[in-house]
């Protein structure tokens, strides 16, 4: 089977449902078997890709995110498919908000088998021109946001004596990526987090991994120039944007028996991006492009 290829179009980014509820998948169909899933950022476009392959794998899907209309309309487009999924809107910059809803999917479902943090994102801005809300908006999501969901869930595992499982999505911060400081350092911190975790955690039998996507084409992408968007998929020597798929995969991989020996691990999804290929989410300055070749 070849690899995939994110159909060539004009008018929108990334995967409809239709195409999430028909991607062929290398998972058996029973992979993720009544797993309870909590899903961050579950309506957008990693998180929609990682609902639905999720739950055709039979897992049910707790999807989460401010906009109860967005969650909503997944949740009816995974149900009439037969599959299991419920909405609960909460922002993750709340702690008491994440307390309640973990309060509550543990009450409705008596468990909960897997986080995936797939909340998050940032503005593009030269680091020199951050404003202090801006910072600290960035900083709030990606960092405390996540931070936040990792401890509930961590706790009421251990309450519940249940083996747990962690996924946080990050970006790709050992190189390539500007404009975007304010994310690398959240990111570096909740990959940082992770690891350190990942070994305190072990005794509660919870796994903790990052997934570092690079170029995915989605609808997150929208906040970037056009001319910034047209660059993407030439930032990696695959020369072409990634699928949401692809990152829903890696998830699988990690939060399924599969990674039953990996922890602490960032697993990056980036067609080769950190070695070679740059992307310059404000435009590339004067000053490195090299006017001789
Ligand atoms: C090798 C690897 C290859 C890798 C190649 C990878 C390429 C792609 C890179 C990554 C892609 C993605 O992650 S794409 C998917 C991610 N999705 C997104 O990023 C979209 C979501 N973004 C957001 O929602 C926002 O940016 C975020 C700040 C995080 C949260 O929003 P909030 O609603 O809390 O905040 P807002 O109210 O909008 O703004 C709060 C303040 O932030 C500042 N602010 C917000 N937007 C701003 C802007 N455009 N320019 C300046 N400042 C801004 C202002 O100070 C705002 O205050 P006021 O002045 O008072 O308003
Ligand atoms: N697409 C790409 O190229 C890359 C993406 N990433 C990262 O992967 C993750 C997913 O990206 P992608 O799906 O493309 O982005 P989207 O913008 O499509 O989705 C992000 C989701 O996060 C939710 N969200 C944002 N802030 C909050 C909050 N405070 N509380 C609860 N939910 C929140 C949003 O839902 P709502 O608005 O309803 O709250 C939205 O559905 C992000 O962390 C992103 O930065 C990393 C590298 C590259």
Not at 44 to 61: E, Q, V
Not at 148 to 153: I, L, S
Not at 192 to 220: D, F, K
Request: include cysteine; hydrophobic fraction near 45%.
């Amino acid at each position: 089977m070849a690899d995939d290829h994110m159909p060539q179009r004009s008018d929108r980014l990334g995967l409809t449902d239709d195409e999430l509820a028909l991607h062929r998948t290398v998972f058996a169909s029973d992979a993720l078997k009544d797993m309870v899933i909590v899903l961050s950022g579950g309506a957008g476009g990693i998180g929609r890709a990682i609902a639905w392959l999720f739950a055709r794998l039979g897992a049910h899907l707790v999807v989460v995110g401010r906009n109860q209309g967005k969650l909503s309309a997944l949740t009816s487009n995974m149900t009439a498919k037969g599959l299991q999924a419920s909405a609960c809107a909460a922002d993750i910059r709340d702690a008491d908000a994440v307390a309640r809803l973990f309060d509550t999917v543990w009450q409705t479902h008596g468990r909960v088998d897997g986080l995936i943090n797939s909340a998050g994102g940032q503005f593009p801005q030269p680091a020199i021109d951050f404003s202090v809300k801006g910072w600290n908006a960035v900083i709030d999501t990606n960092l405390n946001g996540t931070w936040y969901m990792m401890q509930t869930a961590a706790r009421h595992w251990r309450d519940n004596k249940q083996p747990g499982n962690i996924v946080n999505i990050v970006v790709v911060t050992t190189h390539g990526l500007y404009g975007i400081a304010h994310s690398i350092a959240a990111r570096s911190g909740v990959i940082g987090l992770s690891r350190s975790v990942a070994v305190e955690w072990a005794p509660l039998n919870i796994r903790v991994n990052c997934v570092a996507p690079g170029a995915i084409e989605t609808e997150g992408w929208n906040v970037y120039a056009p001319e910034a968007r047209a660059a993407y998929p030439r930032s990696n020597p695959m020369m072409r944007a990634g699928s949401p798929w692809n990152v829903a995969e890696a998830c699988a991989y990690l939060a399924s028996p599969s990674g039953a020996f990996v922890t602490g691990e960032t697993l990056t999804v980036d067609g080769g991006g950190q070695l070679w290929g740059e992307t310059w989410t404000t435009g590339k300055p004067a000053y490195f492009i090299d006017k001789d070749t």
